[in-house]
Each structure stands twice: as structure tokens, then as C-alpha cells.
């Protein structure tokens, strides 16, 4: 006889009298709620209206507080405690409604956006005055004549300010030709070299950004003008010395903007450059600076934008003229702010009016400036998807040795 294998089945254990056998325990628990992911920008009906309630709410209280309750703080105060009142309401309110994250992501988007729009209602109302006042002494005339033989009491639409334009075009033109290539060197220099000097030469940029623009057209009236103007005409007042003060104040404008673009350039082209056998030099003219071509054309835009407005330097330096002067190495030469600075400080209404009417051409030169330094600066990484461009040949094209000869 064979022995019997034991069994592997596990006998069942008699339940005690008078108890129930044992349950596995059961998951009671609901099951979590599915939230659906939404944007920040798409704001739902719920959300204004909420926002609506809050400020409606907050300006409430806060007319019972200082209108009811106290004797007041004078308006700017109560808008201030009505903002902060809306702002703490509109939190609580979205809180209990979308939870946390929610509320804290909708109040500083809420913040953020009223900034904005503070920020926003000055400037509106500025160029909307400057519009309004010289919208109607401006003509075609004014492009197309001078001040010169226009007496006070003609009116605003007599004469014109073709010489202001001419003067401002050539004087910013020149202090560009002079401040551009020293804003990039000086740009290439903080980024891309390794000297310890480079600490010394940011703080020396970042001093001259913060410098009033009087300080320089001081400095030319000084060192230029005062001992030189007896013997040569170049060193007396004209144009020339305002491209030189404007100049002072225009390339740290460049050498900061620029030296932001060559900051996005990315360390692989630098590093690729390297490694095929290329100087950092060779690099920098062949690789960096045609990277960041469209950045160069903006920080230049951005220069002239800046400096065409300026008139404390151009007081002391180009001095004014009401009538043409092409020549900017010879005599005095007037210029838009100056233009604008002399008409308005007058008591006649018609100079007045001359004076916003320069104020409104300076103003949509500089919006001009202003629309092509974007439209150079936008993201061009789409169109360069759709020409499918290779990094790799295009630096080994760009270093190669017959395009170094050419």
C-alpha cells in the first residue's frame, strides 16, 4: 500500500457560536471626482459674473466703512480699500466655487490685469490729448515747409516743420552711425568674452542707462563747444554735437538691448562653432551675430526711438534754427523736440497749436519705430520649420574654409 499524500486544501475553521463569520471589508469610499483641465485665459460666464459681485461688493463696503461709519480718507483712499476689499471678496468667493488653486490663479490674474489697465488709462488720455490738440493744425504743409518768414500771429496751419523733421532725421542718424558699433562691440564683449573686466564695463553701462540726458549734452557743451567753438565751425552749435551728446545716451540703450539677444543665442551653435576647428572670434561673426541679426535691427530701432525724443542734450548742443539748415556740420539746426519745446512755451494760441502738432509727428514717428522693432523682434521659429532648416549645415557652410576666403 502506497501512503497517502496529505492534503493541501486548508480545512475551514468553524465560526464561534453566535458570531457571524468574518467579511472582507468593503471600500465605502467615493470615488474621486474627475476634474477637467481648463486654461486660465478661458474664462466661463461664472467668472464674471463673480467678479462682477465682488467690485460691487467691495465698493459697498467700503462706502459704509468711510461714508457711514467714519468721516472718510478722500477718494484715492477709498479706491485703494474698495480694490483691496473686491480683491479679498473675489478670493472667497472663487474659493468656495473652484477650490483653491483656482482662486489664488484667478485673483493674481485679476491683479495683474487691473495693473494693466491703470498703467493704461494715462496713456491713453496723453495721446489722446496730444490728437486732439494738434490734429488740427497739422497738413500736408507741414512736411513739406519751414518756419522761416512765419510770424506769431499767422495761423497754426501757416508754415510747417519740414526743417525739425530733417534736423531730427540727420541728428539721430548720426549718433546711430556713432553709438551702434560701439553698443555691439561693447555687447560681444559682456557675453561673449571671458575678461575679468567685464564686471567693471557692466557697471559702467548700467550707470550711463540711468544718467539724465542733460548730463550729456553738458558734457559736449563743456569739453566741445566752450574752448573750440572760437576756431572751427564743426565744434560750435549744430547738428553734429547733438548726434555726439545723443550718442553718449544711446549706446548703453544698444548695448544692454543687444546683449539681451545674444543672451538667447544657444550654447550649442558656440559650442558646435568649437568643435569644428573655428576660433571663438570666427565664431561669434559667423554663427552669434547672424543669429541674433533680427535682435541687432531692434535694439538699433529701439536706440533711435529713444534718443528722437530728447531735448535736454539738443538745448545746449544743436540750439535751434526756424529756418532749413541740410548742413548739420555748420550752423545751428532745429529738431522736433526743439520744434516742440519752443511753440509750446509760447502765449499765442496758433504756436500752441504748432507745438502739438509737432507733439503728434514725434509721436507717430516713434509708434513707427516702435511697430518695426516688433516685426523684426516676432518669433520666426514656424517659418524656419516650414523652410526645414538645418542647424548643422548651416554652420558647417557658414565655417568652411572657401566661404572664410571669400
Known amino acids: 500500500m502506497t501512503p497517502e499524500t496529505p492534503s493541501t486544501v486548508t480545512p475551514e475553521v468553524a465560526a464561534p457560536v453566535g458570531r457571524r463569520p468574518a467579511q472582507p471589508p468593503s471600500d465605502t469610499r467615493p470615488p474621486p471626482r474627475q476634474r477637467t483641465p481648463r486654461s486660465p485665459r478661458n474664462l466661463q460666464q461664472m467668472d464674471v459674473v463673480t467678479a462682477v459681485a465682488a467690485a460691487i461688493s467691495g465698493v459697498s463696503l467700503s ?7 467714519t468721516n472718510g480718507v478722500g477718494w484715492f483712499g477709498f479706491l485703494v480699500v474698495s480694490f483691496v476689499l473686491f480683491l479679498g471678496i ?16 484667478r485673483t493674481i490674474t485679476v491683479a495683474v490685469t487691473s495693473g494693466m489697465v491703470v498703467v493704461a488709462i494715462p496713456l ?16 500736408l504743409g507741414f512736411f513739406a515747409h519751414s518756419q522761416s518768414g512765419v510770424t506769431p500771429t499767422e495761423p497754426a496751419t501757416s508754415g510747417g516743420g519740414a526743417h525739425a523733421i530733417v534736423g531730427t532725421i540727420e541728428q539721430v542718424g548720426l549718433a546711430l552711425l556713432l553709438s551702434f558699433p560701439l553698443g555691439v562691440s561693447c555687447a560681444i564683449f559682456l557675453n561673449e568674452s571671458r575678461s575679468r573686466l567685464r564686471r567693471t564695463v557692466r557697471i559702467f553701462v548700467d550707470a550711463m542707462s540711468g544718467m539724465p540726458s542733460i548730463v550729456s549734452g553738458l558734457f559736449i557743451y563743456a569739453t566741445l563747444i566752450i574752448p573750440l567753438a572760437k576756431d572751427s565751425d564743426l565744434f560750435s552749435f549744430n547738428g553734429f554735437m547733438a548726434s555726439l551728446a545723443l550718442s553718449v545716451t544711446m549706446m548703453p540703450t544698444i548695448c544692454r538691448s543687444v546683449e539681451v539677444v545674444l543672451r538667447l543665442v544657444p550654447d550649442g551653435l558656440r559650442e558646435a562653432g568649437l568643435a569644428l576647428g573655428s576660433s571663438r572670434a570666427r565664431v561669434v561673426w559667423s554663427v552669434v551675430l547672424p543669429t541674433a541679426a533680427s535682435g541687432l535691427a531692434t535694439g538699433a530701432i529701439l536706440g533711435i526711438a529713444r534718443e528722437a525724443g530728447e531735448t535736454a542734450p539738443l538745448l545746449y548742443t544743436a ?3 526756424n529756418a532749413m539748415n541740410w548742413n548739420p556740420f555748420k550752423g545751428p539746426q532745429e529738431s522736433l523736440p526743439l520744434f516742440i519745446y519752443r511753440f509750446i512755451r509760447e502765449p499765442l494760441e496758433s504756436s500752441i497749436q504748432r507745438g502739438f ?16 522693432a516688433r516685426a523684426l523682434g516676432r518669433d520666426r521659429t514656424k517659418a524656419r520649420r516650414r ?7 548651416t554652420l558647417s557652410v557658414a565655417l568652411s574654409p572657401a566661404r572664410g576666403r571669400a
Do not use: C, K, N
Not at 63 to 69: A, D, P, Y
Not at 357 to 372: E, K, Q
Not at 387 to 393: C, G, K, T
Open 357 to 372: 502738432a509737432g507733439a503728434l509727428v514725434l509721436m507717430l514717428l516713434i509708434l513707427l519705430l516702435f511697430g518695426i
Open 319 to 321: 540750439f535751434g534754427y
Open 63 to 69: 462706502w459704509l466703512i468711510f461714508g457711514v461709519l
Open 124 to 139: 491713453i488720455l496723453v495721446v489722446s490729448y496730444v490728437v486732439i490738440r494738434g490734429l488740427p493744425a497739422l497738413r
Open 387 to 393: 523652410r526645414r532648416f538645418h542647424p548643422i549645415h
Open 90 to 105: 473675489f478670493y472667497v468667493a472663487t474659493y468656495d466655487r473652484l477650490g483653491r488653486l483656482a482662486a489664488v490663479d
